[in-house]
């Protein structure tokens, strides 16, 4: 049988023998571009903008309202020197540029938020790592210039509070622009960006300058939301921002127990999720998410960390949104979320990416049918019924 198979080999003439390895050729580029580039397409053309209602009732008079759309996401981690093997950062760097690229292109956001954790190894990394990082991080998230990126500083970093410097804190602060207790108003929109981090309350230098930025903050936005006919001495001086109740993008979720209220697919999974969170570690103090609640009366919170999604309910009324980690690293249904967001509402929707075992079995899928391919048109594989048939006329020939 061998013997034979192998004379088939040498005696298929060269044109026939080209031709399939051209067909083996386009197969494979197949399944790669399809894998590696259309699928991110097929997968994120399922997501839509939620609606929202554009109008806003002042007095007895209906205003409209543009809609601001905003992207969130949470948790890249890029990988560092350190920790990070070539093929995990290869692998999951694409999936990610892949991934926020075709976001972009197919949805065009007004502005993308990413709620910390850019980098993984930002707590420890050389100047040089740190350029690297910062190099590979402009690459993969290159955005048009009208979508604003707006970025929020994560323990990984710049470190846990005990690790946090004045000197990671300026590195990250001069790449991405970010202050904690910055305000970014758009479309008539307030969003308040906190590093979470630094919220320790024990008086250190960092703690303490960006808890003054976030209480003068706080001053100005609720001076603002105040009625016009009511004078407040202590608003008479203060600088008018749009009368909307801010949204808190911060990195460390405010307090909460454990996950075992979290629900859905990409929620943590079972066993993980009655662990008890430790505070400043995995959530904020209770002290410090009270002072935010009491500071800012935000109507609307996003909070990353935790690589799962949650919802939870703070004070009977403020929504907060744990978003998941983006990169397939950290999870295998990775997702991010949409908003359509107005002065006055908001609505939002999650948008997964390709699901990192869907892609696996589609490579083993491919593979297997390209042994078969092989197999077949060298005769290797004997058919089922020319086998039968053989049987049957040893059978009579006995
Ligand atoms: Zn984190």
Redesign the pocket.
Same mark, same amino acid.
């Given at each position: 049988m061998l013997q034979s198979s192998s004379s088939a080999v040498r005696t298929l003439p060269l044109k026939k023998r080209i031709c399939f390895l051209m067909k083996l050729i386009f197969f494979v580029s197949s399944v790669l571009i399809f894998c590696e580039f259309l699928i991110y397409y097929v997968v994120i053309f399922q997501c839509h903008w939620p609606e929202v209602k554009a109008g806003a009732h002042m007095g007895n008079k209906e205003i409209s309202t543009s809609v601001l759309k905003a992207i969130i996401l949470a948790?890249t981690h890029l990988l560092g020197e350190i920790k990070g093997h070539w093929l995990d950062k290869l692998r999951r760097e694409w999936q990610m540029e892949r991934s926020f690229q075709t976001a972009l292109w197919l949805l065009r956001p007004d502005i993308v938020f990413i709620l +910390?954790?850019v980098f993984d190894e930002g707590k420890w990394s050389s100047p040089q790592a740190w350029a690297d990082d910062v190099r590979r991080f402009r690459k993969m998230f290159r955005h048009p210039v009208p979508t604003e990126l707006v970025v929020i500083v +994560?323990? /990984?970093d710049i470190g846990f509070h005990y690790e946090m410097t004045t000197y990671k804190v300026k590195r990250f602060e001069k790449v991405f622009n970010f202050t904690s207790g910055k305000l970014i108003t758009r479309k008539g929109i307030n969003f308040v960006i906190v590093n979470s981090i630094a919220m320790e309350s024990d008086g250190c230098a960092i703690c303490r300058t960006s808890e003054a930025e976030l209480v003068a903050l706080s001053h100005k936005l609720n001076c603002s939301q105040q009625k016009p006919n009511h004078s407040n001495k202590r608003c008479s001086d203060v600088e008018k921002l749009p009368a909307s109740e801010p949204i808190l993008l911060q /990195?460390y979720p405010l307090y909460r127990k454990s996950d075992a209220e979290c629900s859905g697919e990409d929620a943590a999974p079972p066993e993980e999720k009655n662990i008890p969170f430790k505070e400043k570690y995995d959530v904020l103090s209770q002290e410090a998410s009270q002072k935010l609640i009491w500071w800012f009366h935000p109507r609307l919170i996003l909070s +990353? /960390?935790t690589h799962s999604a949650c919802e939870v309910l703070h004070a009977g009324k403020i929504p907060e949104i744990s978003v998941p980690s983006f990169s397939w690293r950290n999870r295998n249904n990775p997702n991010f979320i949409m908003g359509s967001i107005t002065p006055t509402d908001f609505s939002l929707r999650k948008c997964f990416l390709p699901y990192e075992s869907r892609v696996f079995t589609i490579y083993c899928a491919a593979g297997a049918l390209l042994v078969i391919l092989i197999l077949a048109h060298f005769q290797l594989l004997t058919p089922p019924f020319y086998f039968a048939q053989r049987l049957i006329s040893k059978h009579k020939a006995v």
């Amino acid at each position: 049988m061998l013997q034979s198979s192998s004379s088939a080999v040498r005696t298929l003439p060269l044109k026939k023998r080209i031709c399939f390895l051209m067909k083996l050729i386009f197969f494979v580029s197949s399944v790669l571009i399809f894998c590696e580039f259309l699928i991110y397409y097929v997968v994120i053309f399922q997501c839509h903008w939620p609606e929202v209602k554009a109008g806003a009732h002042m007095g007895n008079k209906e205003i409209s309202t543009s809609v601001l759309k905003a992207i969130i996401l949470a948790d890249t981690h890029l990988l560092g020197e350190i920790k990070g093997h070539w093929l995990d950062k290869l692998r999951r760097e694409w999936q990610m540029e892949r991934s926020f690229q075709t976001a972009l292109w197919l949805l065009r956001p007004d502005i993308v938020f990413i709620l +910390g954790d850019v980098f993984d190894e930002g707590k420890w990394s050389s100047p040089q790592a740190w350029a690297d990082d910062v190099r590979r991080f402009r690459k993969m998230f290159r955005h048009p210039v009208p979508t604003e990126l707006v970025v929020i500083v +994560g323990n /990984h970093d710049i470190g846990f509070h005990y690790e946090m410097t004045t000197y990671k804190v300026k590195r990250f602060e001069k790449v991405f622009n970010f202050t904690s207790g910055k305000l970014i108003t758009r479309k008539g929109i307030n969003f308040v960006i906190v590093n979470s981090i630094a919220m320790e309350s024990d008086g250190c230098a960092i703690c303490r300058t960006s808890e003054a930025e976030l209480v003068a903050l706080s001053h100005k936005l609720n001076c603002s939301q105040q009625k016009p006919n009511h004078s407040n001495k202590r608003c008479s001086d203060v600088e008018k921002l749009p009368a909307s109740e801010p949204i808190l993008l911060q /990195h460390y979720p405010l307090y909460r127990k454990s996950d075992a209220e979290c629900s859905g697919e990409d929620a943590a999974p079972p066993e993980e999720k009655n662990i008890p969170f430790k505070e400043k570690y995995d959530v904020l103090s209770q002290e410090a998410s009270q002072k935010l609640i009491w500071w800012f009366h935000p109507r609307l919170i996003l909070s +990353g /960390h935790t690589h799962s999604a949650c919802e939870v309910l703070h004070a009977g009324k403020i929504p907060e949104i744990s978003v998941p980690s983006f990169s397939w690293r950290n999870r295998n249904n990775p997702n991010f979320i949409m908003g359509s967001i107005t002065p006055t509402d908001f609505s939002l929707r999650k948008c997964f990416l390709p699901y990192e075992s869907r892609v696996f079995t589609i490579y083993c899928a491919a593979g297997a049918l390209l042994v078969i391919l092989i197999l077949a048109h060298f005769q290797l594989l004997t058919p089922p019924f020319y086998f039968a048939q053989r049987l049957i006329s040893k059978h009579k020939a006995v």
